[in-house]
């Protein structure tokens, strides 16, 4: 298999990118749909680039025993079932995400074809993230999409909210990007490389000679500094709340989840094969990160009045929740049930969270901005379907069972109780008692709370239909099946497919 | 049929929710008719399971078992299996019922919004009924935590002035209790991995390896996942102190939401201590060890004894006739618990009774309450008087039920109590002595309530011109009614029906506990010392105690 054929689904997206770039110059200003529909193709002609040559290795389905990773690009890139995995769920991210922002750009007369572009090569970005297994590659990837999220982000460029958030995202972004590469430079001169495999024997070596080399401790600190800064983690999450306010609303749907996705795909590969001889020094501050996360997120989420800054800090209290999978296991061995909750998380966060923002987006209409909590009052009216939708979702992100949110929480959980750490996990499932509180509070204002003026009903156009009808058939059907999802993850990590289970006779 | 029966009685209810989303809103008489058609069919399809039943009484074990362990999630070992034993089929039929009765209640008094709310209720009723059915943990949590939801948008959106208060409260109470119950679950998971190499949450599995968490893990693990058990049920009861979301949320719900959160969800507590807690740490309950001044099973007496009296002291001093009402299910719940935690087979199978009693005598209270309110928009108790006057129907059958709850002889309440308090005596006098009190205290604010509301000249001309029950409402007590002289006047069945799993827990629990009057087709376990005769002797002979031993003879 050439480097060509495992980098295409990339390239697609890269060419197409840059194919809407040029056919917008041409393209009248009530056409602008073909934009969106150009980059569909694009999302479509990608996935397609990864199932073709794969699919030997996706069918190769219940085979557990070979990884089937590609070194790619001069070891640049290893394109195993990992990586296809986030390939994957960044494509379907990003799929709800075009469908959300046809009618939501038309709305906010910012009809461009950039905004698909720029949508397309973040893409791309993050595809490199998750490939990557060269600290360069990982760098430019990250920076690919960041820098075309920024743009995203002040995409209202009528909008003070949305510049002001972009402006802030974009310095903070920088300044953490510039964190981070100082780690990665300490770590190429403490190893002499950029390829994670060898980092991780280099640093196994200096472990080994002394734990608690200065230059290294140095290193793992700037380096997990810049991944928790993308993360959004605390305290390096103040600018989730203000970009998360201020891009418009389909961008922060698919920041929320693709992007952040992206972030968790880059660390896992950092932290899990490059860092992974440090675990001793990285779990206790990730201990505290986490608890801080789920303390600080969850109490600021409580006061929020702004639907998109409530869930900011919520999709920050789900990074704390998905850190305790990192935790989970020795001091040297990872929990797998850990990771796997932690893919599993992001899957059904991915559904949930974008469906929820999918209706707050379709609440925007004419001169109602629609991301206060008190343009939720009376939704049930106004649009039924919608409401019930948004309130699976909430219930799903508060992880109420049989919804898929649940699943994503109790692999983490499970991975806790299963190394000892009972302590955390206690908390952790208090924190997410206590974060039920504040999805209620939309649930409230969608069911009872009142319409002021007298509304007509919600016009929500079709293919917002479609994300939210995607998103809530996704959430509804992991929730209740979820079997073939944790197989798929299980795939993904090249865990031992079938389990010791009762079988049917006792 | 037999072979899923289980799962038509469980899915009824939910066929009709899902049936009810294609009516259109407005027709709110054809959605008022559907709903009732269901919950009645809902109630007709778990007739034919009281034979079936009726036949395999005594037969060891769950009963109407349906699927297999890990059919549902084979990659963690979930199953979707249901099963039934005397318990959980007493349950049961007490939901049904209470499900027909409940929404037959809302005719009139649902007024808007009327298909949402007859599509949750009967949602609700197919989550409650899917807790008592489960034998697959997994499966449990989900249904007991998967009904929240329902009963929180009933009380959220139809209830009263401080409806979102109540809901939320309710809804953060028992998801706190109960996300740590989800962690003990998954401890006992693991703990039967590591003993027998396979991942389940198979109940029946379960059962064999839970016991040895005490000798593996040691006394204070051990004493950690009852505990952690114990918060979700103790809420949920709800026991002294962890009672407070209790009066806000009946208060606050409508009336057929009273109905259903006394009548089937508070006893989803009482159920979970009997189905897992019990069977789980027989270890914990025994353990001699004392946490400042008293064992476990010491505390949880306590807690009982002080909710029995307790609620009844406060439920003496309300103004308001459904807080009144409300406190009195903290008294009652607290009868329930102290039952259980006798550890004897009459406290037991007592407190399972007094719960269906529970449902029955409190579910109609709340009905009663519920048709004064429609009718006049209070409950506030000064503004009532005389009422026996202008509605004479309405004023005997709330006698009947209030003598009902109150525990008089010939009636229900008197069954339950009865032998309650005969378990607990013959286990400690004391706790016994402590808590009939309870049953005097009842006495009084029942009467005091009925005489203040019912008896006198009607002061306020409000009430002048009350209408009594119409047919509806007589209906919605008829079965109640029946069913309260029916366990009053003959017990015999219901004893019968309970004793297999009552004297097979307590076998679990105490093995060295000499069970009287024990059936031979009831006992697998053949270590049961034979009755002692002191016991035996010492005890007469109720007719719930020679009723089993009757039945030896047949059998």
Redesign the interface.
């Known amino acids: 298999m050439t480097d060509y054929l495992l980098v295409m689904p990339i390239t697609l997206l890269a060419l197409f990118a840059l194919g809407i770039l040029v056919i917008d110059l041409w393209t009248p200003p009530e056409d602008k749909w073909i934009n969106a529909v150009l980059a569909m193709c694009g999302v479509g002609f990608s996935a397609a680039a990864i199932w073709n040559p794969f699919r030997p290795t996706i069918l190769a389905f219940l085979d557990e025993r070979r990884l089937g990773g590609h070194p790619a690009m001069l070891n640049t890139m290893m394109v195993d079932r990992f990586a296809i995995y986030f390939w994957c769920l960044f494509l379907a991210a990003t799929a709800v995400a075009i469908l959300m922002s046809v009618s939501y750009l038309k709305t906010e007369h910012e009809n461009h074809g950039e905004y698909y572009a720029l949508m397309l090569l973040s893409v791309a970005g993050m595809m490199c993230m998750a490939a990557g297994f060269d600290i360069v590659l990982i760098f430019i990837g990250l920076e690919l999409m960041a820098i075309s999220t920024y743009v995203l982000v002040g995409f209202l460029r009528r909008d003070r909210r949305s510049n002001e958030a972009a402006l802030k995202y974009l310095l903070l972004g920088a300044f953490s990007s510039g964190i981070f590469a100082y780690g990665l430079s300490l770590l190429y001169g403490l190893t002499g490389s950029t390829n994670l495999g060898v980092i991780n024997q280099e640093l196994t070596r200096h472990v080994l000679n002394s734990p608690y080399k200065p230059v290294a401790v140095v290193a793992l600190l700037t380096t997990i500094t810049g991944l928790l800064f993308k993360i959004a983690a605390i305290p390096f999450h103040q600018w989730a709340p203000d970009a998360y306010e201020g891009a418009p609303t389909s961008i922060t749907g698919f920041m929320s989840v693709a992007v952040k996705a992206a972030g968790w795909a880059m660390l896992l590969r950092i932290l899990v094969i490059g860092l992974m001889p440090m675990r001793a020094i990285w779990v206790p501050l990730l201990v505290f990160v986490s608890i801080a996360t789920m303390t600080g997120a969850n109490f600021a989420a409580l006061t929020q009045t702004n639907t998109k800054r409530l869930l900011a800090y919520s999709s920050i209290a789900h990074v704390g929740y998905m850190l305790l999978g990192l935790i989970a296991g020795t001091a040297t061995q990872l929990s797998p049930d850990g990771i796997k909750g932690i893919l599993i998380y992001l899957l059904v966060y991915t559904f949930m969270n974008l469906g929820a923002f999918a209706v707050i987006t379709s609440l925007r209409h004419r001169n109602v901005v629609g991301d206060e909590l008190d343009d939720l009052n009376g939704l049930y009216s106004r649009a039924p379907v919608e409401a019930v939708l948004m309130l699976v979702f909430m219930l799903s992100l508060a992880g109420i069972p049989p919804l898929a949110g649940f699943w994503g929480k109790y692999f983490i959980f499970l991975s806790l109780i299963e190394s000892g750490h009972y302590v955390l996990a206690s908390l952790g499932v208090l924190y997410s008692v206590f974060g039920l509180y504040y999805y209620l509070k939309i649930a409230n204002a969608m069911f009872m709370g009142q319409v002021e003026k007298g509304e007509e009903r919600l016009p929500v156009s079709l293919t917002m239909r479609a994300a939210i009808a995607v998103t809530g058939i996704a959430t509804l059907y992991i929730g209740l099946l979820p079997n073939s999802f944790i197989q798929l993850v299980n795939w993904a990590l090249g865990i031992a497919q079938n389990p010791n289970v009762a079988r049917l006779t006792q | 049929m037999q072979a899923h029966i289980l799962s038509i009685i469980l899915f009824t209810p939910l066929v009709g929710a899902i049936f009810l989303l294609f009516v259109p809103k407005e027709n709110k008489n054809a959605i008022r008719w559907i709903a009732n058609i269901f919950a009645l069919a809902g109630l007709v399809v778990s007739i034919p399971l009281v034979p079936m039943f009726w036949e395999q009484r005594f037969e060891p074990g769950f009963k109407f078992i349906e699927g297999?362990?890990?059919?549902?999630?084979?990659?963690?070992?979930a199953?979707y299996v249901l099963g039934i034993d005397g318990i959980s089929f007493l349950l049961i039929m007490l939901t049904t019922l209470l499900g027909w009765i409940s929404i037959l209640s809302s005719w009139t008094a649902i007024e808007n919004r009327v298909k949402?709310y007859y599509v949750w209720f009967l949602v609700l009723q197919t989550g409650m009924l899917g807790v008592f059915m489960a034998l697959d943990f997994f499966l449990f949590?989900?249904f007991w935590?998967?009904m929240?939801?329902p009963m929180?948008?009933l009380i959220?959106?139809w209830g009263g002035p401080r409806?979102?208060y109540a809901?939320?409260k309710f809804?953060?109470y028992t998801?706190?209790g109960s996300?740590?119950m989800?962690?003990g679950i998954?401890?006992l998971y693991?703990h039967h991995?590591h003993v027998t190499?396979?991942?389940?949450f198979?109940l029946?599995?379960l059962y064999d390896t839970a016991p040895r968490i005490y000798s593996d893990y040691g006394p204070h693990v051990a004493t950690l996942l009852f505990l952690s058990f114990f918060f979700a049920f103790a809420i949920k009861v709800p026991m002294f102190p962890f009672h407070t979301w209790l009066p806000d949320a009946h208060v606050e719900a409508p009336t057929a939401g009273s109905v259903i959160l006394a009548g089937v969800l508070l006893k989803m507590g009482t159920y979970g201590f009997i189905r897992f807690s019990l069977p789980f740490f027989p270890n914990v309950l025994s353990n001699p060890a004392t946490f400042l001044g008293m064992t476990v099973r010491g505390w949880m007496i306590f807690l009982s004894i002080v909710g029995i009296i307790y609620g009844a002291l406060v439920s003496l001093m309300q103004k308001d006739m459904k807080k009144l009402v409300a406190y009195s299910s903290v008294s009652h719940l607290g009868f329930c618990t102290l039952g259980i935690f006798a550890l004897t087979p009459l406290g037991l199978s007592g407190s399972v009774l007094q719960q269906i009693n529970h449902g029955i005598s409190t579910g109609a209270l709340f009905l009663i309450v519920g048709i004064l309110y429609e009718r006049r928009h209070t409950r506030e108790i000064a503004e009532y008087g005389g009422i026996s006057n202008v509605m004479p129907v309405y004023a005997t059958i709330t006698m009947i039920m209030f003598l009902s709850s109150m525990g008089l002889p010939l009636l229900n309440g008197f069954v339950g109590e009865f032998t309650i308090l005969q378990g607990t005596f013959m286990e400690n006098w004391k706790w016994g002595a402590w808590a009939v009190p309870g049953v005097v205290l009842a006495a009084a604010y029942l009467l005091w309530l009925y005489q203040r509301v019912f008896f006198g000249t009607v002061t306020n001309p409000k009430n002048e011109k009350l209408h009594d029950l119409t047919p509806r409402e007589v209906a919605t007590f008829v079965p109640l009614l029946i069913m309260a002289f029916w366990i009053g006047l003959y017990p015999k069945p219901f004893f019968q029906i309970l004793e297999q799993p009552v004297n097979h827990t307590i076998s679990v629990v105490r093995p060295d506990y000499p069970l009287p009057a024990v059936n031979a087709a009831a006992q697998t376990a053949t270590t049961v010392a034979p009755p002692s005769n002191m016991r035996s002797n010492t005890t007469p002979a109720t007719s719930e105690q020679s009723g089993p031993a009757k039945m030896k003879g047949t059998n």
Not at chain 2, 68 to 77: E, M, V
């Open positions: 297999a362990p890990s059919n549902w999630i084979p990659s963690i070992g199953g949402e949590f989900v935590e998967a929240l939801v929180y948008l959220g959106i409806k979102l809901a939320i809804f953060l998801l706190a996300v740590l989800l962690l998954l401890f693991f991995q190499g396979i991942y389940t198979s029946q599995a």
